[in-house]
């Protein structure tokens, strides 16, 4: 088969010997020349999706896939499906578990005192103590609710349909999981009906002093709303690794505020050592004539 790797921002020279290595007999193109089997894309070069309206498959390398489906260019009858990477679901979990813990332990705040050169203790919690509410219960909100729950956190996770997870409470009712919160994650993909999700009336139902952790898309949070909760001291602290303009730009004040600590859209990347068996997996499936796993649902935008 012929299968064209395009990507402005994935390395090729990762991807590519470990692709050959599993797939011998294959033809990788990073220009799509000709007929293509199947593409294999993340922030592909301009002009490559309107060249794969034969493909059978698009594997996209990273796990959202809201630009692909809001780029007029993208062949609507050609399947589309997201990247579910071990390495990467491991990597997202790390970072939930860190901020939850640095917003649990109060250690933010003893960053602040130890730039003002105060040496002062806090209340010391019990996990037990504090509910973590998980907008998103797809591979990664589910990973990161069995990890907090192994440290004993309370859990209550929201997602559209109805999730079991052991020892989670799930709710279809975003309110209901707000209201149980004293941190909050965001884990959601990106839909018109979760944009700005997190807005002034959802914020005020999180519990006073609470935090809010953003690792989805930055159009989840309504970045004004966010910073009146923090300056009014209804939420304490806030972790954001996205934004609506990334990079984000140096006049924005969430570089300054207190209140936010700021990652640059690194909490959880693609990692083609553990992501490349999913890859070939679905190559496969397509070479034997049987769906792709992952596929995108086009009416539900994930």
């Known amino acids: 088969m012929k299968i064209l790797f395009a990507s402005q921002v994935e390395p090729a020279e ?16 990073l220009e799509a020349k000709s007929a293509i089997d199947v593409a294999l894309i993340a922030s592909p ?3 490559t999706l309107e060249r794969l309206k034969g493909a059978k498959l698009v594997q996209s390398l990273w796990m959202g896939v809201e630009k692909l489906l809001a780029d007029p260019a993208y062949p609507r009858g050609v399947p589309l499906a997201r990247l ?24 933010y705040r003893y960053r602040e005192n130890q730039a003002q050169g105060r040496w002062h203790r806090f209340r010391q919690y019990l ?33 559209r349909r109805p999730k079991s997870i052991e020892g989670v409470f799930s709710s279809t009712s975003i309110a209901e999981v707000l209201q149980r919160s004293d941190v909050v994650v965001c884990l959601l993909p990106l839909t018109d009906q979760t944009r700005g999700v997190l807005d002034k009336d959802r914020l005020a139902l999180i519990k006073k002093g609470g935090g809010v952790i953003n690792l989805a898309r930055g159009p989840h949070v309504v970045v004004p ?4 909760a923090l300056d009014s001291g209804h939420l304490a602290h806030a972790y954001l690794d996205v934004f609506d303009e990334e990079p984000l730009p140096a006049a924005s004040p969430l570089w300054r505020h207190p209140g936010v600590t700021l990652t640059p859209h690194a909490a959880a990347l ?8 999913k890859v070939v997996e679905n190559i496969e499936r397509v070479r034997r004539g049987e769906p792709a796993l992952n596929l995108v649902d086009f009416a539900a935008g994930y």
């Open 14 to 29: 990762r991807w590519l010997p470990l692709l050959r290595s599993s797939l011998p007999g294959d033809e990788f193109l």
């Open 45 to 47: 070069p301009p002009g």
């Open 84 to 107: 579910v990477d071990p390495g990467m679901v491991a990597a997202m979990t790390e970072t939930v578990l860190y901020h939850v813990l640095d917003w649990h332990r109060r250690f």
């Open 127 to 159: 996990a037990s103590d504090h509910t973590v509410g998980i907008l998103g219960l797809g591979e990664l909100g589910t990973e990161a609710a069995r990890k907090l729950r192994a440290l004993g956190f309370n859990v209550a996770g929201w997602s």
């Open 225 to 228: 709303d966010l910073l009146s």
């Open 270 to 277: 693609t990692e083609p050592r553990t992501a490349v068996a």
